[in-house]
């Protein structure tokens, strides 16, 4: 029959073989591997900290080469901008066929500045505001030219995102478990060598991105109007119908709240183009081929230690609360080599 002494021993070791177990769970901070860290002091606060993470604010710019193309038919062409470009002197004559009018011409700089959510890193949403100034050329086609009233364009925008997470760290740790499964577990120099490779940073990120918003024609002018009180009304607008887009966005993380973004697709658009008159209308196609730069950073829900004398530069805890102790421009948990 077990005596008390030796009951006593054995609660004692038990605790004691506990204790390391315990520990590995925690890093010389203090932070928990297995959950999430409180970030305020209360449960509301914590919440909202958590959910603000997943809000990012960025801005973008870049060029884009647009094409504007149209099929022209009027059984009065001459209330249209429309002649024959390579002989000037018949400027009267009737169109029997549909016209194939195209031009080609360069919008620079793109601006564009919005808001983005992170959905579990699978999928974003977003939506902004951005502004573009383009170049307005003759469209041409069968001998024929239709000239636009001015030279350029200048349009803002309201649009929104969805993107689709196509490859990052996460599905990286995936793939690479794929390609070391041929590997037996036993096999210790392989296995090293795949939690190696799973732990390293990756901070690409690559997302299929769709893009739809409202357009607003701004600044249309008629170069043979001067700036007097004579009013005006453009015959060049946009259509009622949202405009569409696709884009490939690569991402490059260089901190948890900050990266770097190069994005690149093509929009299609339209416009309608209106009679002299008003009395009939010709659809106008834009299609525009654009690659943007930008900056994107995301809202940190962790507040930055102020407690004097605290120099921990990596993430850590004060009474139960998480802190990171350097700017969201730099690694906050940072790893061999990542701190210079």
């Known amino acids: 029959m077990m005596t008390n002494r030796n009951f006593y021993l054995l609660i004692f070791a038990f605790f004691s073989l506990q204790l390391p177990a315990l520990a590995q769970d925690e890093d010389i901070f203090g932070i928990s591997e297995k959950a999430k860290n409180p970030k305020s002091e209360s449960g509301i606060g914590n919440v909202f900290r958590n959910g603000l993470e997943m809000f990012a604010l960025e801005i973008s710019t870049g060029a884009a080469y647009h094409q504007m193309s149209t099929l022209f038919y009027s059984p009065n062409p001459s209330l249209y901008p429309i002649s024959q470009y390579q002989n000037f002197e018949s400027s009267d004559y009737s169109l029997q066929d549909t016209l194939s009018l195209s031009s080609n011409a360069w919008t620079v700089p793109l601006v564009n500045g919005g808001v983005r959510i992170n959905l579990f890193n699978l999928l974003t949403i977003g939506g902004g505001y951005g502004m573009e100034w383009g170049n307005l050329e003759p469209m041409r086609g069968s001998d024929h030219e239709f000239q636009f009233e001015g030279s350029s364009y200048q349009i803002s925008k309201f649009y929104g995102t969805v993107g689709l997470v196509l490859y990052d760290a996460k599905r990286r740790q995936s793939f690479l478990k794929w390609r070391y499964r041929k590997y037996s577990t036993n096999n210790l120099y392989m296995q090293s060598e795949l939690r190696q490779r799973a732990r390293a940073n990756y901070p690409w990120r690559f997302i299929l991105e769709g893009e739809f918003g409202k357009m607003k024609l701004k600044n249309a002018y008629d170069p043979?109007?001067?700036?007097?009180?004579?009013?005006?009304?453009?015959?060049?607008?946009?259509?009622?119908?949202?405009?569409?887009?696709?884009?490939m966005r690569v991402e490059y993380d260089f901190s948890e709240y900050a990266k770097l973004f190069v994005k690149g697709g093509a929009e299609f658009r339209e416009f309608t183009y209106a009679a002299s008159d008003f009395s009939g209308f010709q659809n106008i196609e834009q299609n525009v081929y654009g690659l943007q730069a930008g900056l994107a950073i995301k809202l940190p829900g962790t507040k930055k230690c102020k407690i004097g004398g605290c120099g921990v530069v990596m993430k850590h805890m004060h009474d139960g609360i998480e802190y990171r102790g350097s700017s969201i421009f730099n690694m906050q948990n940072r790893k061999i080599g990542q701190w210079y």
């Not at 004579?230 to 884009?247: H, W």
């Open 224 to 247: 043979a109007l001067d700036s007097g009180p004579t009013p005006y009304v453009p015959r060049l607008a946009v259509s009622e119908d949202p405009y569409f887009g696709v884009s």
